[in-house]
């Protein structure tokens, strides 16, 4: 199988770009999206950019990255490039969206005051009326921005901080993760050498060395501040995709666990079972 077909068979991956049309966008950086209304995604896919949706009114569900997350009122939902999302939203439902270009996401994320992983792990985050109130006011000053004749993009990019500041506060007030364990940068590093090495190395030596410590250290703190050992953070990113690509492409078991660089596919399978207590297979067939 050629690498082309092959990756036709994997998740769609939506651009920014696809949904431009007829929406309030400053074609750089940022798109501006009301949700009125049922609606729909049945097939599951991803993003190639960063989104964050506030709930006023909501009822539905949201599956993100397979997991699913009860849609309610007052709260945001996050999602990171490449994560797998669908949702079935309520006739009720009102909300607005900024969806976020990954240049300007790179000066957003910067005033996220944790770690990427513990947002995705907490990608659903309920409000006090305080906070709703203050990251409304945030989002209905963007839209009336990009509403203006000149848009200042200095002016969205302050509004745009402030909203990640309050997220921030918001989710550091309710899960103990957040509150514990503050932005590291050493762990920052780690989950983005994951990122960009987690099929072809899954040695904690490698990502260690990559960081300029010992892998012992390494080790030390993760489980100081992710209460797991770095090989468990490694693996679970391994198994993630695994996820993906089992519930979202037409590869095979053989075809995803050299992909995944498993040099034998009873190999990824015993990994996976271990890990889920499911074989791929029958992970694929709960579809």
């Avoid at 849609?71 to 009102?94: C, D, K, M, S, Y």
């Avoid at 390494?218 to 770095?230: E, G, M, P």
């Amino acid at each position: 199988m050629t690498k082309a077909a092959a990756e036709s068979k994997y998740v769609p991956l939506i651009g920014i770009q696809e949904f431009r049309k007829g929406q309030l966008t400053d074609p750089d950086q940022l798109l501006f999206n009301d949700l009125h209304g049922e609606r729909h995604i049945e097939k599951p896919h991803k993003h190639d950019f960063f989104i964050i949706i506030l709930f006023d009114q909501a009822q539905g569900t949201h599956t993100i990255d397979f997991r699913d997350y009860q849609i309610e009122n007052r709260q945001i939902h996050l999602l990171f490039p490449g994560q797998v999302h669908q949702w079935a939203i309520g006739a009720q439902t009102i909300g607005h969206q900024l969806m976020i270009d990954r240049v300007f996401f790179q000066r957003f994320a910067s005033y996220l005051r944790f770690s990427h992983s513990n947002y995705m792990n907490h990608p659903v985050i309920p409000l006090s009326g305080d906070d709703f109130r203050l990251l409304n006011y945030e989002f209905d000053a963007i839209k009336k921005e990009l509403h203006s004749t000149h848009p200042l993009k200095d002016l969205i990019s302050a509004r745009a901080a402030v909203i990640a500041a309050l997220v921030s506060k918001a989710s550091e007030d309710l899960f103990d993760d957040f509150r514990m364990h503050p932005l590291n940068p050493k762990l920052t590093r780690f989950n983005a050498l994951i990122e960009g090495h987690f099929k072809e190395q899954k040695l904690v030596a490698f990502y260690a060395s990559k960081l300029h410590i010992s892998a012992n250290y390494l080790n030390i703190l993760c489980k100081k501040n992710l209460h797991t050992s770095a090989t468990q953070v490694i693996q679970k990113r391994v198994l993630l995709e695994a996820k993906r690509m089992l519930r979202s492409t037409d590869l095979s078991i053989k075809e995803i666990s050299f992909d995944l660089g498993f040099v034998d596919h009873a190999y990824f399978s015993n990994f996976f079972k271990s890990q889920t207590g499911a074989t791929p297979t029958q992970f694929r067939e709960k579809l």
